[in-house]
């Protein structure tokens, strides 16, 4: 049994158990937030593991869009936050006492990141869906597990995916990471602080199910 097969069976036992079992709904810890919100029970999730945390004041800005160096460094986390061999300065735009500093350098190692032909990480960069979901096709791909294939040619907007996002779209599509809406994935679309949590606990819930 691979490991998107164990994924599924994980998923579907918990939809199983959530229709058996009418529990409440966890108190959100952040004031922007609600109870029954889409996402709140993956942001909750994220930040009792200590994946993804709020942006102060008690908020998580769950519609702030997500950028380059907070998709790495959630990957990092989820890795176990592994030290990077290298210590030094890897790309221009990166000076290593940034908090995002060793979880680049770890990416870069692993080749979850190659930056720009610039020498450039650009971590401010709003990151676009296509775009994470190569980050977590790459992770995976580091980590020596079975990508999957998922089928685009479902989705009406399946061309305006870019030629070098093909198999990371596939993948992501594939083991349930991304999902479409109305028949769209929306690959040039930017995605949002929560968007990642909820594609993070699809990666992390199924694995530990």
């Known amino acids: 049994m ?12 918990a939809l199983c158990l959530a229709a ?15 109870d029954d919100a889409w996402y709140a029970s993956a942001v909750e999730s994220m930040r009792t593991q ?21 998709v790495v460094t959630v990957l990092w986390k989820i890795a176990g936050s592994p ?25 870069y190692e692993l080749g979850i990141t190659t930056g720009t032909d610039k020498g450039e990480f ?22 020596g597990h079975e990508t999957a294939s998922g089928i685009l040619d479902l989705y009406v907007d399946a061309d305006q995916v870019s030629s070098w996002a093909v198999d990371g779209m596939r993948h992501a599509i594939g083991a349930g990471i991304v999902e479409g809406s109305d028949y769209q994935l929306s690959p040039q679309a930017t995605a ?7 594609m993070l606990d699809r990666v992390l819930t199924p694995a530990a199910g």
């Open 2 to 13: 691979n490991i998107w097969t164990q994924r599924l069976k994980a998923g579907l036992c």
């Open 20 to 34: 058996a079992f009418l529990t409440p709904a966890l108190a959100s810890s952040y004031t922007d937030v609600a």
């Open 50 to 70: 200590g994946i993804m945390q709020g942006t102060g004041g008690g908020t998580f800005s769950p519609d702030l869009i997500t950028d380059r160096a907070t």
């Open 83 to 107: 030290a990077a061999a290298e210590t030094g300065q890897i790309f221009s735009d990166v000076p290593t006492d940034r908090w995002y500093a060793q979880a680049v350098a770890w990416a």
């Open 122 to 143: 650009r971590p401010a960069d709003q990151i676009t869906r296509e775009q994470l979901a190569v980050f977590f096709y790459r992770y995976d791909l580091s980590l």
């Open 192 to 198: 949002t602080r929560a968007e990642l949590a909820v």
